[in-house]
């Protein structure tokens, strides 16, 4: 990260280059080797690079505020290994009463201290960061919904070619990458 770069904004810069552009890869490569027109080429490739950045904002939400027998993960793991996530770096970016013990929490490391951890945790799941960070899902959410190619296309003999299966296997994707960070 550069000096006085905006530390969510990195963040989000880098979970577009990694899990971000593994998806939009996948939808591209997908697109071009069905032949798809370059209009669905595009869509494709926006709609994985959204879906892709809202899959890890979700996961990061889930590993604060989810629980181990929902989703599998073992809650506040990322926490423990000092990993600064979406919703650590929205509380150190907003202040709160909370804010001190919990900066200094994170600032001592939690690898080792089990109920520093488990303070930490709460702290962080009442902080008013984890909302900002679940709005910021759901934008990037949206973003990924609004991607998707249009209901019709044209081939490329001219003919009309429904895409509605496809449109309805992209929106089951956005529902559950959008949905399951969102609802804590």
Known sequence: MSEGENPIAHYLSVVAGKTGSLIATSGRF????????????????????????????????????????????TPGADLREGVAT???????????????????????????????????????????GLERARAELGRVADEARGARPPARRCGEDGSRQPLRRGRRQLSVIYGQVGVRGRDG
Do not use: N, W
Request: charged share 20%.
């Open 86 to 128: 979406l919703p650590v770096l929205c509380a150190r970016a907003t202040g709160d009463a909370a804010a001190p013990r919990l900066a200094e929490l994170l600032d001592a490391g939690l690898a080792d201290d089990d109920a520093a951890h488990a303070e930490a945790l709460a702290l962080l799941r009442a902080h008013p």
């Open 30 to 73: 997908g697109a071009l080797m069905s032949r798809g027109p370059e209009q669905t080429v595009e869509v494709l490739t926006l709609f994985g690079e959204r879906i892709g950045i809202a899959y890890q904002l979700s996961d990061d939400l889930l590993d604060v505020a989810g629980g181990s027998a929902a989703f599998g993960k």
